[in-house]
């Protein structure tokens, strides 16, 4: 169980991103986050494993304070966090093996793997992690030698490795082809159904619709609605995304 | 119509104030700094034909006011024209620019010797004898005579004052070869017996391997001696020399290896010293990191203040400080190539960290990952590659340099160059010329390689 309580984030410029906001997100979830660019969707999934600093308010993981965990905390905690992002944010010149074995770091021995050296049930576990997303036969090359979709499976890989309670994906098709969306988002979906709890940002209605158990609405940094995917008709959609949402949604399909 | 008469009127005495009046103030002023220049130059190099330019420009000011007040715009392409025509013009002159200087001789007397670079030379071995003589003679000279390895030679008279004539026997050299003889003084300078002392003085053998010959005690033989009068020994040399098969390095070619030796590790050396401190720089000199709060900030403007003035003295110039600070030799080229190559470095390794991609540091850190981990994973891997690259690059540009370096008195293949060019030993300098050009085609091949390898 995931609680965020009455979190807001002040930007150093003054830019107000989140407003006082909470939910509640049960385990086994799969909560999408709606909400136009600038909305605060980055922000608050941020605040989660604080890659940024809540300025107010609490967020409690099964029990724990993780605004007020130590950095030594913090990083045991962030180890149990899968994040993949938008733009895959792979180290381009590093092997894909390297990329996904690196989500293994806040587990390995912190001496020996700045030497690069690996257990082999690490790389077994990272090879496994390949397997599973289709793509074991690319590990030796380097990762920006792979294509858009490629690269994002590698981030899901990467996550794997982490053996993760708690998926955060950062608009995670945002940058893919819409006919790639499906393929990445099954994933999810199947990592979902084994029991990882998953929170998604997202921009299409018909994405929403097809994977959301629930969803989470943001506008302006506050939270304007919460309920089922169901609920959100078109009607509803452009009161948060506002007019040009018609046109959005219609390039969608 | 007098308005315009009268814009007419001031700008044929202040060329171009008509059109700034009638509110066209850049052109106006344009054609007045114009005109004020180029009447200044005419009139600094005097050539009464340059002042035609000034002429037409005033002219055609006048055209174009006089279009202005009308309500058009002329072209601006013609007083241009007139301008450049004056700038070649007096250009022509200050270069002075006169093809008649090159002669085909000159060309010739450098060029010849140059194609034939002194790089190697047949092998050969050499046959020498010499025999001592007394100059000025003493109450009781010892013989002039020597043996040695069944070669005997002999002088006679035993002694004699300079200008003295002497005949010189020689008896067990290598039969029928030409034959080099020479005076050499007590300190070991030798001196030319042939034609005006300027020529050597060479004989052949004949079939039994000797040679007589008469010289006479050189000029020059006491110019070095402490005290004229007192008698030391001198010797006259025998020199043959045959080819025995396959080719050396020859003197030149020996000392052209070592400058260019010479001249890859000094550039190789600065560009690692260089290293040292460029990194640590780049991290100050790197807007993205320091720009956190004012005091870094601060430091950051300093430090790329600092790496922009030295990198804009050109390093021949830094070499000539060293040579002074440390002594003529490659060390000073060295110091000088590092001190250019930190400045260069630091600037591209930090525009580096600030081209770095900030997501896989967000990547590794939501991992878990702590510092050093995200620094290994997440930082190195995005700036190695290209600080090699630009490493190799600099090593590249600092070969080169330390080439030319060396005729600033920076050690290295450039002062061997700068040597010969003084003694006028062409075929020196040619084999120099292409030492280099090896030298820096093959750096840059290794170079361009390895940096394809890199990026």
Request: aromatic letters at 8%; hydrophobic letters at 50%.
């Amino acid at each position: 169980m995931l609680r965020i309580q009455n979190v807001s984030k002040t930007y150093p410029n003054g830019t107000q991103a989140l407003k006082n906001v909470s939910f509640d997100v049960a385990d086994g979830e799969f909560l999408v986050i709606i909400g136009l660019s600038g909305s605060g969707k980055s922000t608050l999934l941020r605040c989660i494993n604080r890659l940024i600093e809540p300025t107010e308010g609490k967020i409690i993981w099964d029990d724990v304070d993780i605004t007020a965990a130590s950095p030594a905390e913090l990083r045991k905690i962030r180890r149990t966090i899968g994040m993949v992002f938008q733009q895959f944010n792979l180290v381009k010149r590093s092997s894909v093996l390297t990329n996904v074995l690196s989500g293994r770091l806040g587990y390995a021995n912190p001496w020996t793997s700045l030497l690069g050296i690996w257990p082999q049930e690490d790389i077994a576990q990272a090879m496994q992690a390949l397997e599973r997303v289709g793509i074991a036969e690319k590990a030796h090359s380097r990762a920006d030698a792979l294509s858009g979709g490629q690269q994002q499976r590698v981030g899901i890989a990467r996550a794997l490795m982490q053996n993760p309670k708690l998926i955060l994906a950062d608009e995670p098709v945002a940058s893919l082809d819409p006919v790639l969306s499906h393929s990445i988002l099954q994933y999810l979906e199947q990592l979902n159904k084994e029991g990882i709890t998953v929170i998604c940002s997202l921009h299409f209605l018909d994405l929403v619709h097809r994977y959301a158990t629930r969803v989470v609405a943001l506008k302006d940094g506050v939270k304007v609605f919460e309920g089922s995917a169901k609920e959100i008709d078109r009607a509803k959609f452009k009161e948060i995304y506002g007019e040009e949402a018609q046109e959005v949604r219609a390039a969608s399909l | 119509m007098s308005k315009q008469m009268s814009n007419v009127v001031m700008s044929a005495f202040v060329p171009g104030l008509g059109q700034f009046l009638l509110g066209e103030r850049y052109r106006g002023l344009g054609i007045f700094l114009g005109f004020l220049a180029i009447v200044a130059t005419t009139l600094w190099y005097g050539q009464p034909l340059w002042y035609l330019f000034p002429f037409l420009i005033w002219a055609w000011n006048l055209w174009d006011v006089f279009g202005l007040a009308a309500g058009q715009k002329h072209s601006v392409l013609l007083p241009l024209a007139f301008g450049l025509a004056a700038a070649y013009g007096i250009g022509w002159q200050v270069v002075e620019i006169d093809f008649s200087r090159a002669k085909v001789e000159r060309a010739v007397a450098i060029l010849r010797p140059m194609l034939q670079p002194d790089f190697i030379q047949p092998r050969r071995e050499l046959n020498q004898m010499w025999v001592p003589v007394e100059v000025p003679c003493s109450s009781q000279p010892p013989a002039a005579r020597r043996e040695d390895a069944g070669r005997v030679a002999t002088v006679t008279p035993d002694c004699g004052p300079v200008g003295e004539t002497l005949l010189v026997k020689v008896t067990g050299l290598w039969p029928k070869t030409e034959t080099n003889i020479f005076w050499q003084n007590p300190i070991g300078n030798p001196l030319m017996l042939g034609e005006g002392e300027i020529r050597m003085l060479t004989q052949m053998t004949d079939e039994e391997g000797a040679l007589t010959t008469v010289i006479r005690v050189p000029t020059t033989a006491l110019v070095a001696a402490p005290d004229p009068t007192l008698p030391q020994f001198h010797r006259v040399y025998f020199e043959q020399a045959r080819p025995i098969g396959g080719y050396e390095l020859s003197f030149i070619g020996n000392e052209v290896l070592k400058g260019a030796l010479a001249t890859v590790s000094m550039a190789l050396m600065a560009t690692g010293l260089a290293v040292l401190f460029a990194v640590p720089l780049s991290f100050l000199a790197a807007r993205n990191l320091m720009s956190g709060n004012p005091v870094t900030y601060a430091i950051y403007l300093v430090v790329r203040t600092l790496l922009n003035i030295l990198r804009s003295i050109e390093s021949l110039i830094i070499a000539i400080v060293f040579v002074v600070i440390v002594g003529l030799g490659p060390f000073a080229g060295m110091l000088a190539l590092a001190l250019h190559s930190i400045a260069a470095l630091g600037k591209l390794y930090s525009e580096v960290i600030e081209g770095i991609d900030p997501g896989p540091i967000e990547a590794i850190r939501a991992t878990g990952a702590n510092w050093l981990q995200v620094v290994r994973y997440a930082v190195i891997p995005q700036i190695i590659p290209p600080f090699t690259a630009f490493t190799i690059y600099r090593w590249d540009i600092n070969v080169r340099s330390a080439t030319v370096i060396g005729l600033v008195g920076g050690g290295g293949i450039g002062f061997l160059l700068i040597e010969l060019i003084r003694v006028n030993n062409m075929r020196g300098v040619s084999a120099v010329f292409i030492a280099i050009a090896v030298i820096v085609i093959v750096l840059d091949y290794i170079s361009a390689k390895l940096r394809e390898r890199l990026v």
